[in-house]
């Protein structure tokens, strides 16, 4: 439900504030209108318990295209969890589409065909290219329609992805199914020799509600405010999969398809992640942590050893509990696949001491500093409920040019959350940045969060600066919070480059 459908429905103003029998006069308006979640209100988000599967399916891999190649949205089937249920896909009989990878220099070239009831586009999360074609949510797609995405790929290696984006359908058509990984590479990243073919793997981890028939994508007014979270934690469009291994280094790719939900990544036996890249690429140097947070959009690059354990031994990576994720985040942990060792084999790969050549941007070269404060609408009278999360306290106006920057400046831009009771990653569209401070909260900023991102996860309590060098892709961009439900009703503000 979007936030002027919800002042609507529940006769409220935008600045109202629910004291003594107004409490009851917006309850019976919750009530109709369905937003009370079971027996009770979930005006403030719950969490969404996983539960494990059997661990006993093969993670598939999506095949692998160029970038010249079709998508085509489609509701179509897919088998997951031993189960043929209804989803959406960009290709027939699974949900997620192909993987596209290309080389840094090259044009891609692809065809989206919209075979969905409904309008939709493609938005290239991460990648740097014209207005254009970058996927705007209102630059959708017709029904029975098509679209000729044509733009030059001119950025360092790196792991993107792609998603629907239109105007208030983004979160459920991707939690319905339909997402892809981009892949780039260069010359650079080749001359690392990182573990490559087999003992690369990419890893789609999404969170979905099955049933019998479907993929359901039904919020209640509180899930419109923490986000939508499922049960069954998916990587690749199946259920709980394992995957076999030898005794040697592999290079994992992973993405943070999910909606809503955050990971707190770790391998159950304590050994090392070892960060290569993140959004924007390889960082200037390896970085070894034993956990690690990743947002919905956020992408990782990892390096894992799994030289000196013997065959038959299970590894598990797992999401596990962590603090200060609102009231929806981070309470529970558990399994999300399985690695089985099954294959000895020696390894001649050393980790490199320096990656890429990651120069950091100062602050002093920015022009200019805006300041986002990151607002939701308060209620009282014991209600204690925070929702429908806002920008400068905006949402979201097709008609309206909320920032206008100059081509080819460089600017500092605060995502203060310092007042909010819920998680934002704050994603833009068009531009890679540096993170520079966060203050508040965690207070600090993790190893994943050097070199370059165009997602930042904003807790609540934080403050977060990053500095952006904005290009000559002159045009109107979005920037919002990456959790879709959040941007659907409306956290989501446009900025043009001039």
């Known amino acids: 439900m979007k936030r002027r459908e919800f002042i609507k429905n529940t006769g409220l103003g935008t600045g109202s504030i629910i004291a003594g029998s107004s409490a009851l006069t917006f309850l019976a308006a919750c009530k109709k209108n369905n937003m009370m979640n079971g027996s009770g209100m979930n005006m403030s988000g719950q969490p969404v318990p996983v539960t494990e599967g059997s661990f006993s399916r093969l993670l598939p891999i999506p095949n692998t295209v160029t970038g010249n190649t079709t998508l085509t949205a489609q509701a179509t089937m897919a088998n997951i969890n031993g189960s043929n249920i209804s989803a959406l896909g960009y290709q027939a009989n699974g949900i997620l589409g192909p993987t596209i990878r290309v080389n840094n220099g090259v044009n891609a070239n692809i065809n989206f065909q919209n075979n969905l009831s409904e309008k939709s586009n493609i938005h290239w999360h991460g990648l740097k290219i014209p207005a254009n074609m970058d996927g705007h949510p209102e630059a ?90 499922g049960e069954t934690i998916i990587v690749n469009g199946e259920a709980s999969p394992y995957t076999e291994v030898a005794t040697r280094y592999y290079r994992l790719r992973i993405l943070n398809g999910s909606n809503a939900r955050i990971y707190n990544l770790a391998l159950s036996n304590n050994a090392d992640l070892i960060i290569i890249g993140n959004d924007g690429g390889l960082l200037k140097n390896p970085a070894t942590v034993k956990t690690i947070l990743l947002a919905p959009g956020e992408r990782l690059d990892v390096l894992v050893n799994f030289a000196g354990l013997t065959i038959g031994t299970e590894v598990y990576l797992e999401s596990r509990m962590f603090d200060n994720g609102g009231s929806a985040q981070g309470k529970q942990g558990f399994k999300i696949m399985k690695f089985k060792i099954t294959q000895t084999l020696s390894d001649s ?42 920008i400068n306290d905006k949402t979201y106006d097709k008609n309206r040019i909320d920032e206008n920057v100059s081509a080819n400046a460089t600017e500092i831009w605060v995502f203060d959350n310092s007042q909010g009771d819920e998680p934002h990653p704050m994603h833009l569209h068009g531009v890679h940045f540096q993170v520079l401070e966060r203050s508040g909260g965690r207070g600090q900023l993790t190893v994943s969060e050097s070199g370059w991102k165009d997602t930042v996860l904003v807790m609540p309590r934080e403050t977060v600066k990053i500095i952006i060098p904005f290009s000559t892709l002159t045009g109107v961009f979005v920037f919002h919070c990456h959790n879709l439900e959040h941007e659907d009703d409306g956290m989501m503000l446009q900025y043009q480059l001039t």
């Open 140 to 229: 959708v797609i017709n029904s029975g329609s098509g679209f000729n995405y044509q733009f030059a790929i001119n950025q360092r290696a790196g792991l993107c992805w792609y998603h629907p984006h239109p105007e208030g359908a983004t979160a459920r058509q991707a939690f319905q199914g339909l997402a892809g990984l981009f892949i780039i590479n260069d010359a650079e990243e080749a001359a690392l020799n990182m573990p490559s073919g087999i003992y690369e793997i990419p890893l789609v981890i999404q969170d979905k509600r099955l049933t019998a028939s479907g993929i359901a994508y039904n919020p209640s007014m509180g899930e419109v405010m923490s986000g939508y979270m």
């Open 349 to 390: 790969f050393t980790l490199p001491v320096a990656l890429s050549a990651v120069n950091s941007i100062p602050a002093s070269s920015s022009s200019k500093t805006r300041n986002f404060i990151i607002n939701a609408m308060q209620m009282s009278g014991g209600m204690n409920m925070t929702g429908i999360h806002r």
